[in-house]
């Protein structure tokens, strides 16, 4: 295939269209964005806009793109959750490869259905497990591909979401139920994590346990005066910590792409709009305890025990005062510590006849500042994760973080598995 590589975007949302779709725009000579599916006229408006496309290669749903004559070098799948099976196949079978948005299934039927499909049809399909290509992330698997730290024993990892991410995804937001968007915690967020572990490890896993649930949300928790509207009948707003005034007008820019969406086909947005748009109509101003649940977790621990006999623990916890991520892998021959967040980790190898035991050596790789460095949408992840797509498809290698459907499988069957362990309250054995 020929640089720029033709892409039509499904689902021009959030990610697709803003996230995704900007590639083009940083990187003319590497992306096109040629086609637009997506049923929502002011996207379609905004996305056709921003990428100059011509209004034949628009389309409310993907089974109009599929009756064009193939147009493009690929799709980028960013439908949510729910709709990733159903608009992918089609495209599949016509002959388009994919980039396709995490998870890329809700549930074991859908994956093997879409699996056999991509196989069958012989497509390059990448899942946007973003974070592999965090720089972060992709240091400390090449120490681990080096071999620095001997066999793992134990890998150990917590995600800590904090309170007003949370609240805005999870509670107020999209993935608020799973009646709503079919996805639990665990996987709409958290699969990143799990699909993280699996790729350090390289170990089959073979055992999963799970343990959590809801801790503080739910109609059940709400504080007895509180009101309706943080802004308009609650007397708790000043003092609350997910008051809409508090994290989305004192704070404009926490969670725009969320919070502010149902005003984007507005002009010149004032803060008396948005002051009135909270306290009347828009989700994100109704009080946090209001939200039906639905069984949704709001902390969850996971424990793979893998083929080899090593260990992984993983702690998801919804609630944190900051956002964090940690990772402590500790192996045969030394072990490797860090906080995503701070883009700095450690690495202590085992030594004898040193003082202390052992070496160690600090990596800050807070110095990158371009797109794919740590200061890029997640920690520099989004923007490398299609540019290696895009490189795939021109004929190049992949890097070691390539995320193939068939390899993301396990880390989606971990977290099926993990659902299941912690609702029956049972030990899963992994499928063979
Ligand atoms: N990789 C990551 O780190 C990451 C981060 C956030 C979200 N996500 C995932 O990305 C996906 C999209 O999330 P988002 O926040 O961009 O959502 P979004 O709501 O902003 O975008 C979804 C778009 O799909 C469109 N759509 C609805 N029905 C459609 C159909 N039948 N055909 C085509 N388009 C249709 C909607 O109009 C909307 O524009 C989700 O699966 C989500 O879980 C991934």
């Known amino acids: 295939m020929e640089r720029p590589i033709k892409v039509i975007l499904v689902g021009a949302g959030n990610r697709a269209g803003n996230v995704y779709g900007s590639v083009a725009l940083r990187a003319p000579d590497q992306m096109k964005v040629v086609g637009i599916v997506d049923p ?23 089974s109009e793109l599929v009756k064009r004559e193939k147009f493009a070098d690929a799709v980028i799948n960013g439908t949510m959750d729910e709709l990733h099976v159903q608009t992918a196949i089609p495209t599949l079978e016509k002959g388009y490869d994919l980039l396709l948005e995490k998870p890329f299934c809700i549930n074991e039927d859908e994956m093997k259905q879409i699996v056999e499909v991509a196989n069958r ?16 992330y992709s240091a400390i698997k090449q120490h681990l591909l080096n071999e620095e730290i001997g066999q793992i024993i134990s890998i150990e990892m917590c995600e800590h979401v904090n309170y007003h991410h949370m609240a805005v995804s999870y509670v107020r937001g999209k993935w608020r139920s799973e009646k709503l968007c079919f996805t639990p915690m665990l996987l709409a967020k958290s699969c990143h994590d799990v699909d993280l572990m699996m790729w350090l490890m390289r170990q089959k896993p073979t055992t999963i346990a799970s343990f959590g649930g809801e801790f503080q949300f739910g109609l059940h928790n709400k504080p007895e005066n509180a009101g309706t509207r943080c802004m308009k009948d609650c007397p708790l707003n000043k003092e609350c910590p997910f008051s809409a005034e508090g994290n989305y007008l004192t704070n404009p820019t926490r969670w725009a792409q969320y919070v502010w969406k149902c005003l984007e086909n507005e002009e010149n947005v004032t803060v008396e709009r948005k002051r009135e748009s909270l306290s009347t109509d828009n989700p994100y101003g109704k009080c946090v305890w209001d939200f039906e649940r639905d ?12 083929e080899n006999g090593a260990t992984g623990l993983f702690n998801m916890v919804g609630g944190s005062a900051k956002s964090e991520r940690n990772i402590h892998i500790v192996g045969t021959k030394g072990e490797i510590k860090g906080t995503f967040e701070d883009q700095t980790y450690v690495v202590r190898k085992i030594d004898a006849f040193a003082p202390t035991g052992y070496e160690e050596v600090r990596y800050n790789l807070n110095e990158t500042g371009d797109m794919t460095g740590a200061h890029g949408g997640h920690g520099g992840g989004d ?11 021109a004929g190049e290698e992949t890097s070691y973080s390539a995320t193939d459907i068939n390899d993301s499988t396990i880390s989606h069957q971990v977290v099926f598995k993990a659902m299941k362990a912690m609702r029956d309250g049972t ?4 499928d063979d």
Do not use: T, W
Not at 295 to 305: E, F, L, R
Not at 427 to 430: D, F
């Open 295 to 306: 069984g949704n977790c709001d902390h969850q621990s996971v424990m793979v025990q893998f």
């Open 383 to 393: 923007a490398r994760l299609v540019l290696d797509f895009l490189g795939g498809l």
């Open 427 to 430: 030990v899963e054995k992994m």
């Open 121 to 136: 049809c012989n497509r390059k399909v990448f899942i946007c497990h973003v974070l592999r290509y965090a720089p972060f």
């Open 40 to 62: 929502d006229p002011v996207r379609m408006r905004l996305m056709r806009e921003c990428y100059q496309v011509p209004v034949e290669n628009c389309f409310d749903d993907v």
